[in-house]
């Protein structure tokens, strides 16, 4: 057992008062989801979170994945028991398509189960991580021949996916991916190449492994515009759906990491001899269009890791300031100690932890139920807005979600004071498996220049705009309640300056706002964060429940004080020319 609980009071709250579950089953392709059901659903998922996987963290990080010399890849103990159990529940399911096997629940509600199993054990749930992306990928740009043959299989996990897209000489830059593909005379393709950096790659705990690889067809134009994606499966599959013989692949070496120990991060080799069977997914040249199906899916997985790990970072931390006597505090007996959660700079780290968590957590909600409002209902300029909110939202869920996320877990392994530096204790565990957060499925880096590259130029800005009016509503939300006056005030301080560097960047021209995409995604999201945690509050005192509605407005007082109050800061930040960058930063790092 371990002792890592799901929080589900909190879950519940977020996905009806800061996103709107309730309002997604109004729409005619969640007239199924039941609230009494959807609770019955979590209760479930925590359950099997907390016995069957958070058992695996520890036993995980220790003994890792291995690569025998034949190839294959050994999972951990209790890891394919743990899969083939997650298989039988149906987890993997539960958001699919119904015409493939699946539940037909909202992303949202995926989403919070999809949280629960992070926090339980990251590196195992990485597997179903991206198996569900490479689902959402062939869903959108399969033939239906492909659908039909690989989805049901892949929604009941029974066969698992993976993203190939990094090769030792082209990391984020996919324009220079070399790998080959062959046109053969039945219309499938030999593939020839190395790709690296491969989550789940090989591994024990399915049968078939189904990779989506980028490649390029001879006369490809180069970079980007000539890269096409194949469906490489490890085991072919015989015209009855059983599987076939060994494809022309394999995982030449696993990666030994700084955490995530029991994911096995795979070199792939593809057509060392005939080579590497593939069929091409949607149109050729078109790879990009499709990947990025899949990684969109991904980056907002990768953005709840954030809240997951810091969840359970912050559980550990709060325990043990509970136990451990250290010092005297107010009121402590003359030659007694006092539990170190008595001390109020202790308390403000745990809190800065939990009211971090909750916007976190508020943010990616609200991003997974703008993707199904982008999706589904009969209001196409709904969709429409819904899916420019789904495209502003993910950079800023994937980028600060993380990056706040090993801030807070840091926070976490400070709790524990020198302890936390101790292995034994397992929060230096969950500062290792954190840290990998912010740099896969496009660095945040890359997120701050998609998006003042691309979503910020929107509409010339008007989707930003239409963002921040949202914020306005909030603010005005606020009058008149008790508790929550110094949240408007810091929440409009802060919209108000993110507006500010927004209409800046957009006058300037590129160069400028990709010097300052760091600084203004921090402003903006965290400005949205903030305001989901003040929906929240205000939702929390409409309910008539006191002490809901008191922890609600501390969790947002807090965070406007030492979150929120830091945004006009930033605007500088935003503006300052970057003539250092350009010219006196080259000197300087020469």
């Known amino acids: 057992m371990s002792d890592y609980k799901v929080d589900l009071a909190e879950i519940a709250f977020n996905l009806r008062h800061v996103a709107d579950l309730d309002g997604l089953a109004k729409l005619e392709e969640f007239e199924h989801v039941d609230p009494e059901v959807v609770d019955q659903l979590l209760a479930e998922a925590a359950r099997f979170a907390e016995e069957v996987i958070a058992p695996l963290n520890r036993v995980g990080d220790t003994e890792g994945s291995r690569r025998l010399a034949d190839g294959s890849v050994v999972t951990p103990e209790g890891f394919r028991a743990a899969y083939d159990a997650y298989v039988a529940a149906g987890w993997g399911a539960l958001s699919i398509d119904p015409d493939y096997g699946g539940g037909g629940f909202p992303n949202l509600v995926g989403i919070a189960v ?54 030792p000489q082209a990391g984020s830059d996919l324009g220079s991916v070399a790998t080959r593909a062959v046109p053969q005379p039945d219309g499938s393709y ?26 390029r067809t001879p006369q490809a134009p180069p970079g980007t515009r000539g890269i096409s994606c194949f469906l490489v499966p490890k085991h072919l599959i015989d015209d009855d759906g059983s599987l076939g013989p060994r494809n022309d692949l394999g995982c030449v070496s696993i990666e030994h990491k700084l955490g995530i120990h029991a994911s096995p991060t795979c070199v792939m080799a593809y057509g060392d001899e005939d080579g590497a069977v593939g069929f091409l997914v949607g149109e050729e040249n078109g790879g990009m269009r499709a990947m990025f199906t899949m990684m969109n899916h991904a980056r907002l997985s990768v953005g709840l890791q954030g809240p997951a790990i810091a969840e359970r970072s912050y559980q550990q931390a709060l325990a043990y300031a509970r136990e451990r006597r250290q010092g005297r505090a107010e009121g402590t007996p003359a030659g007694g100690s006092a539990a170190i959660i008595e001390h109020p700079d202790v308390r403000r780290m745990l809190l800065d932890m939990r009211s971090g ?87 945040n880096g890359i997120q701050g220049a998609d998006l003042v590259g691309r979503k910020l130029t929107m509409r010339d800005g008007a989707a930003v705009r239409d963002h921040l009016a949202g914020v306005a509503t909030t603010v005005e939300s606020l009058a008149g309640v008790a508790g929550l006056e110094p949240v408007r005030d810091r929440l409009e301080a802060a919209r108000q300056a993110t507006s500010e560097a927004g209409e800046w960047l957009l006058a300037e021209d590129p160069p400028q706002r990709l010097a300052a995409a760091g600084p203004y995604l921090k402003m903006l ?4 964060g903030g305001a989901a945690l003040a929906d929240g509050a205000v939702a929390a005192t409409r309910l008539g429940d006191p002490e809901t509605a008191q922890d609600r407005a501390v969790l947002a007082r807090f965070f406007a004080a030492n979150r929120l109050a830091a945004v006009p800061g930033l605007l500088a930040a935003v503006t300052e020319p970057d003539d250092d960058l350009a010219v006196a930063g080259r000197r300087i790092l020469a």
């Open 114 to 167: 999809e949280e629960m199993f992070t926090a339980a054990c990251m590196a195992w749930s990485l597997c179903p991580l991206l198996t569900q992306g490479a689902i959402n990928m062939l869903h959108a740009h399969g033939t239906a021949e492909q659908k039909a043959r690989y989805l049901p299989a892949m929604a009941t996990g029974a066969w698992t996916g993976t993203m190939n897209l990094t090769e």
């Open 190 to 215: 030999r593939l020839f190449g190395t790709k690296i950096f491969i989550t789940y790659g090989e591994h024990d705990l399915a049968d078939n492994i189904v990779h989506l690889v980028l490649a």
């Open 525 to 528: 999201a965290v400005t949205t």
């Open 357 to 443: 968590v909750s916007a976190m957590r508020g943010l990616a909600y609200r991003n997974a139920e703008a993707i199904d409002r982008a999706h589904n209902g009969a209001d196409p300029a709904a969709r429409e807005t819904a899916g420019e909110q789904a495209a502003l939202l993910t950079p800023l869920t994937k980028a600060w979600a993380t990056d706040l996320g090993c801030e807070l877990v840091s926070v976490g392994l400070q709790v524990h004071g020198g302890m936390g530096f101790v292995e034994e204790t397992g929060s230096a565990q969950h500062y290792r498996d954190a840290r990998i957060a912010p740099i896969y499925e496009g660095t």
